[in-house]
């Protein structure tokens, strides 16, 4: 029979722990003898956070001992299911929840979270049985980040050109099917607020197969404010301006021509009511109330003008913010925040327990952001072990664990399971040109390990 919480992955480490290349570490160095007894750490969560937090341990403490414990079968978090197949290198997405909208219709089948929906064609198990309808025309994304870029690329893009990659099949067949051909990505601000990077606006604008939509009417008056901006938004705004309003090239005009689909972006709107179809079975349209700014620059606030907009379309992904959950109820949190309380890492009113990553600092920043942040979280360890703040002597460490769980009837697995699943995956990939063809059934996988 299969143990009741059978979602426990183990990896015990000794400086030898697999990470993701880094590039440079800080300079910071401890000097512990290697004569005393090694610390026993625990470390909740095997994402970039946790892996990088790990890292800067075993690097800077000779006898450091680390077991690393994730709730998947498979390890490396938002590495694995928040990128976009097509992006391999960019990692940008971390958190356990999303940001509801809190607006009536929001329950209406053909309403997702862009993290459900990037779980979705990433292969996260909780979110396989997802099936996002895409027989409708147009899909409405609210949210101008990065996130919402991948979502917008991922339904536009031609299925052929993801073939190769490590999307899931079951998603690539949905994506083929799709019979979606306008996206409009929807923010509260204007264009000097967007959140999105400049890389990923110029492969929106290349897309192949389709063309950009952008009024010029909400680009009045930012020539002029342009060479005030700092470096990155100024570029930023640059394209998005010459976009709006230069007439292009022969081209880049025949490439336009010919596009199937198209994308455009709708500034000063915030969602109001998701609108149902007649017979309240699904999304029919969205209703958007106008907005104007209230401030200057990124600081400056979307309020409502008393007008609204009903869009209409037959999805709507909202990607208007990410957050933590709490994990315990011994561990303090924030829930407006979504943060654990903390000082650099140090976990407020618990000595010993610490944290990183985007429960540490809220949601932003990117993958190298949380490098940074898990390394000097694990520099406040050491700190602390080298200062006699932590508890000293032996220390029972996975022993201690690996006995609870078999009380429990919990059968962790391993990393040495981890690499025979990976292996399976890859060798699925291999006959379709894929770098790997991931699994996406715990039952499936537990029975591919013998359980």
């Known amino acids: 029979m299969a143990p009741r919480c059978w979602r426990w992955w183990h990896w015990s480490t000794w400086r030898r722990t697999r990470l993701p290349p880094t590039g440079s570490t800080p300079s910071f160095r401890q000097q512990f003898s290697t004569q005393e007894q090694g610390p026993q750490i625990c470390v909740v969560g095997s994402g970039p956070a946790g892996f990088y937090t790990t890292q800067h341990l075993l690097k800077h403490h000779p006898r450091a001992h ?16 928040g990128v976009a197949p097509d992006h391999p290198e960019v990692k940008s997405y971390g958190a356990e929840d999303h940001q509801a909208l809190e607006i009536p219709g929001e329950e209406l089948p053909g309403v997702f979270s862009a993290r459900a929906f990037v779980g979705w064609y990433n292969g996260l198990p909780e979110n396989r049985e997802l099936a996002p309808d895409l027989s409708c025309d147009t899909a409405v994304i609210l949210g101008q980040g990065n996130v919402a870029l991948d979502v917008a690329r991922i339904l536009l ?13 079951a998603a690539l067949g949905v994506l083929r099917q799709s019979r979606v051909k306008t996206v409009w990505i929807v923010g509260r601000r204007g264009p000097l607020q967007v959140a999105f990077t400049i890389k990923e606006l110029r492969e929106m604008i290349q897309l192949p197969g389709t063309r950009p939509m952008l009024d010029p009417a909400d680009f009045l008056g930012l020539q002029d404010r342009i060479k005030e901006l700092p470096r990155q938004r100024k570029r930023l705004t640059e394209l998005l301006l010459r976009t709006a309003t230069e007439k292009p090239g022969a081209e880049e005009a025949a490439r336009q021509a010919s596009a ?81 309380p903390n000082m650099e890492g140090r976990v407020l009113g618990v000595p010993g327990l610490y944290c990183s990553g985007w429960v540490k ?17 694990g520099q406040m360890l050491l700190q ?16 201690a664990i690996e006995a609870l769980l078999s009380s429990r009837g919990v059968q962790p697995v391993s990393f040495s399971d981890w690499e025979k699943l990976d292996a399976e995956e890859v060798s699925r990939g291999k006959g379709a040109g894929k770098p790997r063809e991931k699994l996406l059934d715990p039952q499936e996988m537990l029975r591919l390990l013998g359980r």
């Open 66 to 81: 680390v077991d690393i414990y994730e709730k998947q079968l498979v390890p490396f978090g938002l590495v694995r299911f």
């Open 157 to 169: 893009t031609p299925p052929g050109h993801l073939e190769k990659t490590d999307i899931t099949e």
């Open 260 to 340: 199937t689909r198209t994308w455009g972006l709708r500034f000063f709107r915030s969602p109001q009511q998701v609108l149902p179809s007649p017979d309240g079975q699904r999304v029919a349209g969205i209703r958007l109330a106008v907005t104007r700014l209230e401030g200057v620059g990124e600081a400056a606030r979307a309020a409502p003008t008393g007008d609204t907009e009903d869009l209409p379309c037959g999805l709507v992904l909202s990607s208007v913010g990410y957050k933590s959950r709490p994990i315990d109820p011994n561990v303090p949190f924030d829930p407006k925040l979504g943060v654990i």
């Open 361 to 377: 600092r809220g949601p932003t920043g990117v993958i190298a952001t949380t490098m940074t942040d898990s390394f000097l979280t």
């Open 384 to 399: 602390d072990l080298k200062a006699g703040l932590l508890p000293s002597g032996p220390r029972p460490g996975y022993a």
